[in-house]
């Protein structure tokens, strides 16, 4: 057989059934109906006509692949007497007949009509099988199906302007992989002024030879990731079925919106009426909330990952089957015509009519036998009332006929409601740990209310490859759930979260789906939103190795070094059988413990790299000035000592050969101080055990938050709406006070500056949180204060004491007479004030939480002491860091409600604590970056947007503050970190300029913080976006209810009034004139004065929730004091700051 030559696809001029015994699909066999050059036809259909299944290359196996070896066999002809029948039976009794062996017990299967596939134990086997004489003398046919011996990969980030040759040309692959066979570039959709184009994008479709996607492939000295293909989900807009595109459909039309037989466009039953093609449900054919959809995209997903054919992976989702009871329900009452024309329902209940009098008088026992039949009952359970008297004499002038009355039904007792019923969740999850479990958890209390500790384990069906389990659930409202991996420990039961799904709507059972599907983990509403769980019951411990952590000897000096870290169980009292990997070329790995797992990240700019990954068996090369993160999540963490090993190649070695261990070192538990620390350990030879020289790191404890205040029901830790773009944030609430002579007129960080500057518009507010002395967040931006006190002998001398503002109780902040660094330094008293409430320092976050309206968002900074370049800290013996996390988030997790939190620091380590401490509210990197106006720091990861970038990657935050300057000298680092998937705030004294805030909005910046917002605020209408959008989410609530309250025929006559007022226009100002929004009013009442409702008017059954902000007077609060301090102090010498302040006195 010629492995060279492709494979001939079918004939077109073949039957249907001949196509489909030459196993060609049947959606490709439709397009080729009207394709005769598929070149020539655009690239949605071009991708459609190039099915996995028309592949070119190879034939058979390759001794590299795997398996499994499956042969597909069919029938030449179909003539019975031309062999045996295929029959799996049978045809396996012709291949022992043959004594064709080397077959897997199950191994002859039917998988259609005339279809056989075989599966075999080895390459060899099946490709002597595909040339067996026996094969051709009994005129079968046997071919190895494509997506057994080829894989589709995405790879992207390829140049537009490449060409595919040029790509496959570039290719290095990796060893065991096979050569590319196909590659295809993605398209992109673009309709500009109703032309519709196609536009070329980064991603291109790659078919490798084999049965092994590689992880990488190498273009030009550039690793370049890849991904499985995931084959699309393709509906058509004619007759509303998947699989074809309407350019190549030959059905006749189907609505989407009620399901009869003509186009959507000219149906006019809106959304809530509407009834699916598919499932008969109240949605759109179209929409993809339709189990349909989603069974659809679960065949896709499993042909994708298991490379199976449609068939295959179809019967492990069967369609959705409606109940009798549910089909009886919507079915019109039957015909049955009759001679007379009468439907059956109108026979068995209709009135009897009169009866004439009798020509020879009365028949008694006639009349009594039609009534007795009248009087039983129907077996549909209705009877008939009838009352006969007693019949007349026979004298014809006195007869009187009593006739029966009409007929009524009977009432039955009405049967008790169910509320409600079994429903069996199904889930396809890919790539599931050993050890770890797939969970439920929901809104009702059968799915644990959200709570993971109360959590639903599913069960496991081998066979179908999916977790499934049948619970019962309410069916008198919608239920929500997600899914979730953990790690279950038997011994305590205690849950750790791995990965659980983050959309920011859960899935949903409506009330009026009866039939359960099959989900795909992390697929919902066409996103996939997976994120890494956060700390229940293990810690995290973080080895930082940075600033050239390694000092060995000089013949080792200059050699690249992997480092590697290996949880080790300590054992007391007893002597266990270890298997240390320092002894050998760790061949074999140590057993870890259950719950125990280490994840590496390299600060680098190749993203392959930059994520958390699982540590390898060598562990991770470190580069000369690079920065190492090595994470080991571990339930106990007190009874795990920490093996260090260092590897490096030989000059001598092959590519094949393995790295050489040059050392090792342990770390044990009682070394580690309760939070942060550093440490510096001997090297040990392997060979000789003599020291070689010592390693340097770092090291970062998190412990998990005592009181379980994270749950499952919404995570905004990755979520950032694209429609968030230019957002203005108040620095300090309405500005910095003291950094010029010209501070703003309200006092920084009060509540009167916060709801100030709430007033002017401002989308959230940005202020400062530390801790007092009690243990209190409180909101100030200096680490330290000044009071005044007295000498003994010197009553009229007073001076100032600099004190930390952590050594001061809540108490003392707010009765002492507290002054800011700069008051107590030039002995001049800024603002005299503090007698009005909301014009204190130091009010609580609490405080700040309860008072600021909820449509405002926060930028939440936590305050933390940083290294400088020569070794002085910001603040010294600072609370410890595990602590003051705590403290933060407990009053942020129980007093925020529904406000917008964005969570920051400059200390990459708070970050990191914030990020794994809580799963709900995003954290940003603060960052200095390149600047001569402050000091640098010492971490490495501060000194630049890069390392910025590289750092919110590997610790899997949503994004960076950005020092403008920085951005500013080199606007490139937007793009960088945009296409980095960050988000990019900007900060500094360059913002507080109109002319810089809208230049930095057109850069693409989601948010700017500056000074003086009243003055320098660039919105038309001053009100937040978060404001906005909660104007438009109860505008469609009370569309809603108007739509409810409305008769059918008036609900489908103002369906384009409703549609067309639905849309979000918050972001473009001409649109909001235009549908008359008002600018500041948030109350119902002004939202209902806007929606016709024809019966009755709404705002009779709206409450009124007027929330008016009151603008801020402060001159006519303020007493005129100013000059009276002067003179209580003697002219001090003002201290003389140097040319590079610290960041401490700006944000």
């Known amino acids: 057989m010629d492995l060279d030559t492709p494979p001939e696809p079918p004939d077109p001029g073949a039957s249907a059934s001949s196509r489909k015994r030459q196993g060609e699909d049947t959606n490709v066999y439709a397009a080729k109906k009207t394709i005769t050059d598929p070149t020539q036809v655009n690239p949605s259909v071009q991708s459609l006509y190039i099915h996995p299944s028309f592949t070119e290359g190879a034939k058979s196996y390759s001794d590299d692949d795997n398996g499994p070896f499956i042969v597909q066999v069919s029938r030449e002809v179909e003539d019975p007497s031309s062999g045996a029948s295929l029959r799996a039976i049978n045809f396996g009794q012709f291949l022992h007949k043959h004594k064709i062996g080397s077959i897997i017990h199950d191994g002859v299967k039917n998988i259609g009509r005339n279809k056989i ?34 894989r589709m990969g995405l790879v992207k980030g390829v140049p537009v302007d490449w060409s595919m040759d040029e790509l496959v040309d570039s290719l290095e692959l990796p060893p065991g992989c096979g050569e590319v066979l196909k590659s295809r570039r993605l398209n992109r959709k673009s309709v500009t002024e109703g032309v519709i184009t196609w536009v070329p994008t980064q991603s291109v479709v790659l078919t490798f030879r084999g049965q092994m996607l590689p992880a990488k492939v190498y273009s030009y000295h550039t690793s370049l990731p890849v991904e499985t293909y995931k084959l699309p989900t393709i509906q058509c807009q004619n007759c509303c079925r998947f699989g074809h595109i309407k350019t190549i459909c030959r059905s006749k039309p189907r609505c989407y919106r009620c399901a009869q037989p003509h186009t959507g466009d000219s149906c006019l039953v809106i959304k809530e009426l509407s009834t699916c093609l598919h499932c008969s449900g109240s949605h759109f054919a179209t929409d993809k909330d339709c189990p349909e959809f989603s069974r659809q995209q679960s065949i896709k997903m499993v042909m994708s990952q298991n490379n199976k054919s449609y068939i295959e992976a179809s ?4 369609p959705v089957r409606r109940s009798y009871a549910e089909i009886t329900k919507e079915m019109f009452t039957p015909t049955n015509v009759t001679s007379t024309k009468t439907s059956y329902r109108q026979t068995v209940f209709r009135s009897p009519r009169p009866r004439a009098p009798l020509a020879k008088g009365y028949d008694k026992k006639a009349v009594q036998t039609i009534v007795g039949d009248y009087s039983s009952s129907l077996p549909n359970g209705c009877a008939l009332n009838n009352n006969v008297e007693n019949p007349p004499s026979q004298d014809r002038k006195k007869e009187k006929i009593q006739l029966p009355r009409k007929m009524s039904l009977k009432n039955l007792p009405e049967k008790p409601e169910i509320l409600s019923q079994d429903w069996t969740f199904s889930v396809y999850v890919p790539n599931v740990g050993p050890k770890e479990k797939v969970v439920i958890t929901g ?8 709570n993971y500790k109360k959590c639903v384990i599913l069960d496991y069906m081998e066979e179908k490859g999916i977790w499934t389990r049948n619970l019962v659930i309410p069916n008198t409202c919608d239920v929500f759930y997600r899914y979730a991996i953990c790690l279950i420990n038997e011994e305590n039961n205690d849950i750790i979260v791995r990965k659980w799904e983050t959309h920011i709507h859960p899935r949903v059972i409506k009330e009026n789906i009866l039939e359960p599907g099959t989900d795909i983990f992390g697929e919902y509403d066409g996103k996939q939103k997976i994120c890494r769980g956060w700390l229940t019951s293990q810690t995290l411990v973080q080895f930082k190795f940075m600033n050239s952590p390694l000092k060995l000897k000089s013949r080792l000096g200059g050699r690249l070094m992997n480092i590697k870290v290996t949880p080790v169980q300590l054992s007391f009292g007893t002597e266990p059988h270890v298997e240390d990997s320092s002894l050998s070329t760790d061949t074999m790995d140590v057993e870890v413990p259950m719950g125990v797992y280490v994840e590496v990240a390299t600060l680098d700019d190749d993203p392959a790299i930059c994520h958390l990954q699982p540590q390898e068996q060598f562990g991770r090369e470190y580069k000369q000035d690079g920065v190492l993160l090595v994470n080991v999540f571990a339930p106990n963490p007190k009874g795990l000592a920490y093996l260090i090993d260092f590897y490096s190649y030989s000059t001598r070695a092959s590519i094949e050969d393995p790295p050489c261990h040059i050392g090792y070192t342990y770390v044990l538990p009682n070394m580690f101080k309760p939070s942060e620390g550093n440490l510096e350990l001997p090297v040990t030879c392997n060979v000789k055990h003599r020291p070689l020289g010592t390693v340097n790191f770092e090291y970062l404890i998190v412990c998990p938050m005592e009181d379980s205040l994270c749950k499952l029901d919404v995570s905004y830790t990755k979520h950032w709406d694209p429609t968030w773009t230019g957002l203005e944030v108040g620095h300090r609430g309405l500005g910095a006070s003291f950094k010029t002579k010209e501070g703003n007129a309200i006092r920084e960080n009060t509540i009167a500056s916060l709801k100030k500057a709430a007033a002017s518009g401002a989308d959230m507010l940005e202020f400062d949180v530390q801790l007092s002395k009690d243990m209190i967040p409180v909101i100030y931006h200096d680490f330290h204060v000044c009071i005044s006190m007295k000498r003994k002998k010197e009553v009229d001398f007073t001076e100032m004491l600099e004190l930390p503002v952590k050594d001061l109780t809540l108490e003392h902040l707010q009765k002492l007479k507290v002054y800011h660094l700069v008051e107590g330094r030039n002995h001049e008293i800024l603002f005299f004030d503090e007698d009005l409430e909301e014009h204190q320092p130091f009010p609580t976050l609490e405080e700040a939480l309860k008072a600021l309206d909820e449509h405002v968002g926060f930028n939440i900074e936590l305050k933390w002491t940083m290294e400088m370049e020569d070794g002085t800290f910001e603040l010294n013996n600072p609370f410890d860091m595990n602590t003051y996390v705590d403290k ?17 620091c400059f200390n990459p380590d708070i970050c990191t604590m914030v990020r794994n401490k809580q799963n709900k509210y995003p954290v940003m990197f603060l960052t200095v970056g390149v600047t001569e106006k402050y000091q640098p720091y010492r971490d490495p990861r501060c000194l630049s947007i890069p390392a910025a970038v590289q750092n919110a990657i590997s610790s899997d935050i949503l994004g960076i ?28 004294d360059d913002n507080n300029d109109k002319n810089t805030i809208m230049k930095l909005k057109e ?37 809603m209810a108007a739509l409810d309250a409305l008769p059918l025929s008036d609900a489908s006559s103002s369906t384009h009034t409703m549609g067309d007022s639905a849309t979000r226009p918050f972001l473009d100002l001409s649109v909001r004139h235009k549908v008359g929004v008002p600018s500041t009013v948030t109350s119902l009442e002004s939202l209902a004065s806007t929606i016709e409702i024809r019966d009755e008017p709404v705002d009779k059954k709206l409450k009124r929730n007027r929330d008016l902000i009151m603008s801020i007077d402060k001159e006519s609060q303020v007493k005129e004091q100013r000059g009276t301090f002067k003179g209580l102090f003697p002219a001090g010498d003002a201290s003389k700051g140097s040319p590079k302040k610290s960041r401490v006195n700006d944000l």
Not at 137 to 146: D, E, G, V
Not at 444 to 450: D, K, Q
Not at 888 to 896: F, I, S
Request: charged share 25%; net charge neutral; aromatic share 8%.
């Open 117 to 150: 596939t075989v599966e075999f134990t080895s390459a060899q086997a099946a490709n002597n099988f595909l040339v067996s004489p026996v094969l051709k003398l009994c005129k079968y046919r046997a071919i190895i199906p494509t997506y057994n011996i080829t």
């Open 888 to 904: 933060v988030l407990e009053v942020v997790l129980k007093n925020a409600g529904q406000r917008r939190i964005v969570l920051s």
């Open 961 to 988: 503050v950005a020092h403008t300057e920085d951005l500013l000298r080199d606007p490139t680092q937007v793009k960088l970190a945009k296409d980095a998937g960050l988000v990019l705030f900007c900060w500094g």
């Open 315 to 318: 019967s492990q989702f069967p």
């Open 443 to 450: 809104s009702t209390a059968e799915l644990g209310e959200w």
């Open 1003 to 1039: 850069m693409g910046l989601h948010a700017v913080i500056y000074d003086k917002l009243d003055q320098y605020i660039t919105k038309e209408v001053k009100e937040s976006i978060f404001l906005m959008e909660a104007r438009e989410s109860q505008r469609d609530i009370m569309r």
